[in-house]
């Protein structure tokens, strides 16, 4: 009688210890949440990330990755994993998402990072859906410490990340922030340009920025020629251009102070060879015609 009388309990301690369980099944169907998890999760509770975790154009952390289970991301692969958390972003489609919303899965939307704030956000919010929330506060004190020590170089240079055919990066985005806290004037903020716009090669030319910010994807494929340009070339040579991986700025992540590093230290390196040959970067005029107004 005694034990008829225990089992209520017993089935109840155990729902509640399960409810609270770290998940251990993990399936992320989003690219930018694949660095997330690498970087708060334990190796046993990802079930699988996306094919893009391993593709180093993709993904930072690529080379962690490969020890890593991956699929290829469909709803159906990713239920018949088992999966107690799915991780996914603002752009899954509705359809995939009630399928998984059906079959009783908890699911976790990672909403896109448009500047360290919103880094910080994620990196708190994965941490706690994952019963990681201890890690998750030691990797934004980190990020915090690693960002404290860059120091912008003064000076206001005017820069523009132009990628392959012809889209500048505005305003209101990870690579603006990022130019800003070296201490770089971003060409499309300052000629009005919202967050992505189209810029034609000879607009970019007339504007003449200090600096050009180029991704690695932009090394190749279609559009990219124009990079290689040579009335581009005489405008921004060579020495005064930057690499900075696409992979680091598609999506944010806790890589993000390395990407300011980089950026920073490319353009202290910059500084040095200007200065060694007596020369000055040139400097935008205050009167640069707007792109695309002839």
Not at 100 to 113: K, L, Y
Request: glycine content about 8%; hydrophobic content about 45%.
């Amino acid at each position: 009688m005694r034990a008829t009388v225990k089992l209520p309990f017993l089935a109840a301690l155990l729902a509640a210890t399960m409810a609270n369980a770290a998940p251990s099944r993990i399936v992320s169907l989003n690219s930018c949440a694949d660095p997330l998890l690498l970087a708060l999760a334990d190796k046993a509770q990802v079930a699988a990330l996306t094919f893009n975790a391993r593709d180093p154009s993709f993904s930072v952390y690529a080379d962690k990755a490969r020890s890593w289970p991956i699929a290829r991301g469909s709803a159906e692969e990713a239920l018949a994993l088992k999966p107690d958390l799915i991780v996914t972003g603002p752009y899954l489609r509705k359809e995939t998402l009630a399928l998984i919303r059906g079959r009783g899965v908890p699911v976790i939307e990672v909403p896109p990072a448009n500047s360290y704030a919103d880094i910080v956000d994620q990196v708190r919010r994965v941490a706690a859906a994952i019963d990681r929330p201890q890690r998750g506060e030691a990797l934004v004190r980190r990020m915090d410490a690693e960002l404290a020590a860059i120091r912008p170089i003064a000076g206001g240079m005017v820069a523009a990340h132009y990628q392959r055919g012809g889209y500048l990066t505005g305003s209101g985005t990870l690579v603006d922030e990022m130019m800003r806290r070296v201490g770089l004037s971003n060409l499309a903020v300052k000629l009005g340009r919202p967050a992505i716009s189209h810029l034609p090669l000879e607009a970019m030319v007339r504007a003449r920025p200090d600096i050009l910010i180029i991704g690695s994807y932009s090394s190749s494929g279609r559009g990219a020629d124009m990079l290689l340009h040579p009335a581009l070339a005489k405008a921004v040579p060579p020495s005064r251009r930057i690499r900075l991986p696409g992979a680091m700025t598609v999506c944010g992540g806790p890589f993000y102070p390395q990407a300011v590093r980089m950026l920073r230290d490319q353009l202290a390196a910059i500084g040095t060879r200007t200065a060694s040959h007596g020369q000055k970067p040139a400097r935008m005029p205050t009167n640069a015609p707007r792109p695309g107004v002839r």
